[in-house]
T-cell receptor, first 112, second 117 residues
Framework: GQQLNQSPQSMFIQEGEDVSMNCTSS?????WLWYKQEPGEGPVLLIA?????ELTSNGRLTAQFGITRKDSFLNISASIPSDVGIYFC????????????FGTGTRLKVLA | GAVVSQHPSRVICKSGTSVKIECRSL??????MFWYRQFPKQSLMLMAT?????????EQGVEKDKFLINHASLTLSTLTVTSAHPEDSSFYIC?????????????FGPGTRLTVT
């Protein structure tokens, strides 16, 4: 099925560093969701965005709905070892379909 | 709120047998649930959309006779893998759509690891 472009594919960072990842789409979206998945588990919803330009935080996580409505960003500040996992974006386009399209994922590893 | 459970978490079956996986929304009603398949180190691949009280909608390339979906109530959807083969071994994850104040969100179950021997 259709997928979003998510980058970077993987990141190795030092504990305490900030992290930034993004998703881009060729079509306009009206909703963006960000998830984290740990090995052997289902994705957990982190942040939901519904409006272009919206900036929403959840603890050390901040996500933004791009003003063009074709992209979204997720930032993690002061990373800790438990931030390790795969982060997925998901977008819902304006055609009215109820299905979310998922990004290819960003694999994050934090070195203590 | 918005908890989704899956059962079983792991299942091993012999080739040729059928396996049923249950997905339940525990604290909300879900008229729409989704079934995904995930291969190691890959993203989520949507298999089908399960609608309460009606037939499931399958994605292109997914065999509806092999992956039977039943959405019997507003809190339960089941996926049955019929005549399983080793290539069906995978991580199957369901999700349920929840109406929130500002829009729709999807909540995932913990997944089911299927191994076909």
């Amino acid at each position: 099925g259709q997928q979003l472009n998510q980058s970077p594919q993987s990141m190795f960072i030092q504990e305490g560093e900030d992290v930034s990842m993004n998703c881009t789409s060729s079509s306009i979206f009206n909703t963006w969701l960000w998830y984290k998945q740990e090995p052997g588990e289902g994705p957990v919803l982190l942040i939901a965005l519904y409006k272009a330009g919206e900036l929403t935080s959840n603890g050390r996580l901040t996500a933004q709905f791009g003003i063009t409505r074709k992209d979204s960003f997720l930032n993690i500040s002061a990373s800790i070892p438990s931030d390790v996992g795969i982060y997925f974006c998901a977008g819902r386009d304006v055609s009215g379909t109820y299905k979310y399209i998922f990004g290819t994922g960003t694999r994050l590893k934090v070195l203590a | 709120g918005a908890v989704v459970s899956q059962h079983p978490s792991r299942v091993i079956c012999k080739s040729g047998t059928s396996v049923k996986i249950e997905c339940r929304s525990l604290d909300f009603q879900a008229t729409t649930m989704f079934w995904y398949r995930q291969f190691p180190k890959q993203s989520l691949m949507l298999m089908a959309t399960s609608n309460e009280g009606s037939k499931a909608t399958y994605e292109q390339g997914v065999e509806k006779d092999k992956f039977l979906i039943n959405h019997a109530s507003l809190t339960l959807s089941t996926l049955t893998v019929t005549s399983a083969h080793p290539e069906d071994s995978s991580f199957y994850i369901c999700s349920a759509r929840a109406r929130r104040e500002r829009g729709y969100e999807q909540y995932f179950g913990p997944g089911t690891r299927l191994t076909v021997t």
